[in-house]
């Protein structure tokens, strides 16, 4: 194998890219499951405001579902009402609270209920864009790394499950909660874009009793131990920030 590069060697050396692959964090993808709660951990919430934004340098959750999106609409005006949207939902679901925002196109804005009663679970959403949102006139706004990686060797790409247009990391440590807010996204985001493709992830609950170590994916390897560590403000500031 000398001198092959494998995509796996390229992300888990990549830091913050373990946007881009839920295993690269430790996650194992696969079905969801529920796991009790402790009270203490539903009704934890994880800011939505602050110097940067959250999901990203926030210590793991136990679930996870990763949607992208491709757009539907060419307007910008369309795009710009969406992530008006899109924010509003999120503050208030990372809050713990129901969702009250009238879908893009129009349509019911009542909460669809799923996650009542069950808190915020730490719940954390991080919108990300694809590199064809920067069509047309946002082509000048669009940042020079935004590039498609190259083939890898052994690469097996579904075009169907690959890309996107507009994305969003979902994070809780209740499964349900994650699911719901995959649904809020995707629902007011009606007319105006639509899903391409969702996967879930799963990881150790917090409070497990090897919750400090580094996890094994459902292959059995260390997944995510070269990772940058985000409680290093120097390597986040250098690498990330």
Same mark, same amino acid.
């Given at each position: 194998?000398?001198? +092959? %590069?494998s995509r &796996?060697?390229?992300?888990?050396?990549?830091?913050?890219?373990?946007?881009? #692959? $839920?295993? %690269?964090g430790g996650f194992a993808l696969g079905t969801l499951a529920a796991v009790p709660q402790q009270p203490q951990l539903a009704s934890a919430a994880i800011p939505?405001?602050?110097?940067?934004?959250?999901?990203?340098a926030t210590p793991p959750p136990a679930s996870l579902s990763f949607v992208a999106l491709d757009l539907t609409s060419? #307007? =910008?005006?369309?795009? &710009? =009402?969406?992530?008006? %949207?899109?924010?509003?939902?999120? #503050?208030?679901?990372?809050?713990g609270e129901p969702v009250t925002t009238r879908p893009v196109r129009g349509g019911d804005p009542a909460d669809t209920s799923e996650a009542t009663g069950l808190g915020p679970s730490r719940l954390t959403v991080t919108v990300g864009f694809g590199p064809r949102l920067f069509a047309g006139g946002l082509a =000048? &706004? &669009?940042?020079?790394?935004?590039?498609?990686?190259?083939?890898?060797?052994?690469?097996?790409?579904?075009?169907?499950?690959?890309?996107?247009?507009?994305?969003a990391q979902v994070c809780a440590d209740d499964?349900?909660?994650?699911?719901?807010?995959?649904? $809020?996204?995707t629902r007011l985001a009606a007319g105006v874009a639509s899903p391409r493709w969702v996967q879930a992830g799963f990881r150790q609950p917090p409070g497990g009793a090897m919750n400090d170590a580094t996890p094994r994916n459902l292959l059995g390897f +260390?997944?995510? $131990?070269?990772?940058?560590?985000a409680s290093s403000e120097t390597s986040m500031a250098r690498h990330v920030w």
């Open positions: 194998m000398a001198g +092959k %590069v &796996r060697t390229v992300l888990l050396g990549a830091g913050a890219a373990g946007l881009a #692959s $839920t295993a %690269v939505f405001y602050g110097p940067h934004q959250p999901g990203i060419q #307007s =910008s005006d369309d795009l &710009r =009402s969406l992530l008006r %949207v899109w924010t509003a939902a999120i #503050s208030s679901m990372m809050a =000048s &706004r &669009r940042p020079p790394a935004l590039i498609d990686l190259p083939a890898f060797p052994g690469d097996a790409l579904e075009p169907a499950r690959s890309d996107g247009d507009l994305c499964p349900q909660v994650a699911y719901h807010a995959v649904r $809020t996204l +260390k997944d995510g $131990t070269d990772n940058l560590k």
